[in-house]
């Protein structure tokens, strides 16, 4: 199948999948009352559609490309398969500057804390870009990014030990991913901030490809290393800060998403790899919530992350199983 | 666009006072005053661990050097933009990229030439075959090919080459050593770093041999056999 036929069929999957989020649900929708809804009227239909199920579908997309794209932009500067926002600690970091705000009640507006979360994965990303200079292999870094990751856990359990009650709720919850918290404005602001940062990603698709031919020979062909770091450090800190701040530490979704798209597409240039992250990205998040929401068969399923683990991980071990990891 | 001067001078690569290698290390080579310059290959030679490497990639732009200046005509290097320094060089390093999943044919693009120029180029280093492989999945001596074919796409006055033998079968560097002599022969300047230059033995298009002897570099004669030559390293 060729690659214009791809995109238009997982955009025609994507359009379904959202469709079949916003017309189903736990409460019935009056669908004639939904247009009471921008004439100031408040209706359940426009309350449970425009308040509950928009933004969950928009957030969902938002997160399942923006992630995709992080993870793509982690693997390929680090020239390693497995790295991704949550396997080198960036969720972590931002997960970790959202405990400090929420649990110490000094935050919670979702502008605090998008910006924490921002500045928390920037953090973690710039302590992880510092050591990997440091470290021959693939293995050291992916072992740093683990001990990150307890590192970071470690301090947000100590938190939450001292947080009070409410505020631990809260956190629990947001702690265990999931696309639900998002209000229209929110999912529409991070939904904006993926296409902005997926369109500048785009853009450096030329440089991409020649740095993954080695940093000599990509500065050789007119790469600007440190041009190209700072612009990959930027973007990747803000999808996954803000990301991780509406959604919590959402699993998966960037490590293994480009491990699909190449498992579909036979293309490797970043200016099909980055279209088609995003696009398959935001497919399974919309299929994972599915499974939150019980598969369609139950009323209740399972956690937003426990959903992503039982897809992602099989993939990435499959991932592992096909590739000689010793040549690398 | 920037007129290029007339007298050739532009494509001469100079180290001036020079000192090349990496910082907490012991010096490689130091204050190095030596030119090449004319079209032709010019060959530099010494044992491993000699600096062949860090001097061809410090030459190259592409390392900052401890002390001194390269200069390629009039301009120091470091001062070049990065697009207008891959007008004027390629480079191919010793290894071949065993992490780039791009496909052959992906990674050839890059160089923005017709697809016809492109598939002569494979034809002539035999990777017709290979061009949906992705890199990574090829042996290095057929990456190293294909980085071979990059670097002349890239059609610049100077091609350096690090090494570009070491993983190459017989016939591919017999390939390799005629393809750098064709071109050589249209006015490309080639400098190579390589233990494989008896293959070069008598070779007309050889314009220079440096050697790296003792942290100095040598100039022998390029007129000379192997056997003189390896007397100086």
């Not at chain 1, 579908?57 to 992630?67: C, D, K, P, R």
């Not at chain 1, 994972?288 to 992602?312: H, T």
């Not at chain 2, 492989?133 to 074919?149: A, N, P, W």
């Not at chain 2, 006055?157 to 393809?179: G, H, N, Y």
Request: proline content about 3%; hydrophobic content about 50%; overall charge neutral.
């Amino acid at each position: 199948m060729n690659y214009t036929a791809t995109v238009i069929l997982t955009l025609a999957a994507i359009f379904g999948l959202a469709l079949s989020h916003l017309l189903s649900g736990s409460t019935n929708i009056d669908w004639g009352e939904l247009g009471l809804w921008f004439s100031n009227a408040p209706t359940i239909a426009g309350t449970v559609f425009f308040e509950v199920r928009l933004p969950r579908v928009l957030i969902a997309i938002a997160a399942g490309a923006g992630l995709g794209i992080s993870g793509l932009m982690m693997q390929t500067w680090f020239h390693n398969p497995l790295a991704g926002p949550s396997v080198l600690g960036v969720t972590s970091g931002a997960g970790m500057a959202v405990a400090l705000v929420v649990l110490t009640g000094m935050g919670g507006g979702w502008l605090a804390n998008a910006l924490a979360a921002s500045v928390g994965s920037w953090c973690a990303l710039g302590l992880v870009l510092f050591v990997a200079s440091r470290f021959r292999g693939l293995a050291s870094l992916l072992i740093f990014g683990l001990m990150l990751n307890y590192l970071l856990g470690a301090l947000v359990t100590v938190l939450q030990a001292e947080a009070e009650e409410n505020a631990l709720q809260q956190f629990v919850f947001w702690g265990m991913g999931t696309f639900g918290q998002a209000s229209l404005v929110t999912a529409s602001a991070v939904l904006i901030l993926v296409l902005a940062a997926s369109s500048i990603a785009f853009k450096q698709y030329e440089n991409l490809d020649k740095w993954t031919l080695g940093a000599v020979t990509a500065r050789s062909m007119g790469v600007n290393e440190s041009r190209l770091q700072k612009i990959l450090v930027v973007l990747t800190g803000l999808l996954a800060g803000s990301i991780t701040a509406v959604c919590g530490p959402v699993a998966f979704l960037g490590l293994a998403t480009p491990h699909l798209v190449k498992l579909i597409i036979p293309y490797r240039s970043h200016n099909r790899l980055i279209p088609m992250t995003a696009l398959i990205g935001a497919l399974l998040a919309l299929l994972a919530d599915w499974g939150v929401k019980g598969w369609g068969i139950a009323d209740s399923g399972w956690p937003l992350n426990a959903v992503l683990s039982m897809l992602g991980a099989p993939l990435v071990i499959w991932v592992l199983l096909q590739r000689n990891f010793s040549r690398s | 666009m920037k007129r290029e001067g007339t007298n050739g001078n532009e494509h001469v690569i100079r180290a001036a006072n020079l000192t090349v290698g990496y910082s907490g290390y012991p010096r490689v080579l130091s204050q190095i005053d030596f030119q090449w310059e004319g079209a032709g290959i010019h060959l530099i030679i010494g044992e491993n661990g000699s600096g062949k490497s860090t001097l061809i990639r410090t030459l190259a732009g592409l390392q900052k050097q401890r002390g001194g200046t390269v200069f390629w005509g009039n301009e120091d290097v470091s001062q070049i933009s990065s697009t207008r320094r891959t007008a004027k060089m390629a480079f191919v390093q010793s290894l071949p990229p065993r992490q780039s999943e791009l496909t052959v044919s992906e990674a050839l693009a890059l160089s923005g030439r017709k697809e016809e120029n492109i598939s002569q180029w494979l034809h002539t280093f035999d990777l017709l075959d290979m061009t949906t492989k992705s890199l990574c999945d090829l042996s290095d001596g057929l990456g190293q090919r294909v980085m071979l074919v990059r670097a002349i796409l890239q059609d610049t006055p100077w091609i350096l080459l690090d090494e570009p033998t070491a993983f190459l079968d017989v016939k591919s560097r017999q390939v390799m050593w005629a393809q750098l002599s064709a071109l050589v022969s249209k006015g490309k300047r080639v400098m190579v770093s390589s233990h494989d230059y008896h293959l070069l033995e008598g070779n007309l298009d050889l314009r220079s041999v440096t050697a790296i002897q003792e942290n100095r570099l040598h100039a022998l004669n390029p007129a000379g056999t192997c056997a003189d030559w390896n007397a100086h390293i």
